[in-house]
C-alpha cells in the first residue's frame, strides 16, 4: 500500500493556496491522474498574450459552420413527427402483466400501463417506481408492486 501525505502531493504537484489538495491516504497513488495544470492559474501576463494572440482571429467560413454544427447539438427529429401508428405501438408496448398489493390486502393483478394506472387512480408515477426498486415503503395505500412475466 502506497501512502502519500498532503504535503509530499503539493510539493511534488507545487499546488499551494486555495487550489490546496486535502488528500490524506491514498491506496494506489499511481492511479491518481491529475492534471498537469492542477490547481495552477494563468498568470495576468499570460492572460494577456493568449488574448492578443487570438484578436483578429478569423475562421474559416467553412470552420465556422463545423463549430456552429458542433454547438447545436443532436439535431436527428428536429421536424419529424411521430405517425399515430407508432405511438399506439408505443403506447401497447407499456402495457404489461402488473401486481398491485394495497395496505389493506386488496391485490390487482392485471395487464395494463403503469401511466394509465397512476392517472386513473390519482397515484404518482415516480412513486410507484420507486416502489418497485424497493426505494420506497409505501405510496398512499399501494405497499408493493410486481412486474409479472405471464399472468397466472
Not at 459552420?65 to 439535431?75: A, D, P
Request: include cysteine.
Amino acid at each position: 500500500m502506497n501512502k502519500v501525505s498532503v504535503q509530499s502531493l503539493n510539493e511534488c504537484f507545487n499546488v499551494s493556496g486555495p487550489k490546496f489538495i486535502w488528500i490524506e491516504e491514498i491506496d494506489n497513488a499511481d492511479k491518481v491522474n491529475l492534471p498537469w495544470n492542477a490547481g495552477r492559474n494563468h498568470t495576468e501576463e499570460t492572460k494577456k498574450l493568449i488574448s492578443e494572440a487570438l484578436k483578429g482571429k478569423k475562421w474559416t467560413k467553412q470552420k465556422e459552420e463545423k463549430m456552429r454544427q458542433f454547438m447545436k447539438g443532436n439535431q436527428y427529429r428536429k421536424g419529424k413527427t411521430t405517425s399515430s401508428e407508432v405511438k399506439a405501438k408505443l403506447r401497447e408496448a407499456l402495457i404489461t402483466n402488473w401486481k398491485i398489493t394495497f395496505d389493506d390486502g386488496r391485490i390487482i393483478q392485471n395487464k395494463f400501463s403503469i401511466r394509465e394506472f397512476c392517472e386513473n387512480y390519482g397515484y404518482d408515477r415516480k412513486s410507484i417506481y420507486n416502489i418497485m426498486k424497493g426505494k420506497m415503503r409505501k405510496h398512499k395505500d399501494i405497499v408493493a408492486v410486481e412486474k409479472l412475466d405471464v399472468m397466472p
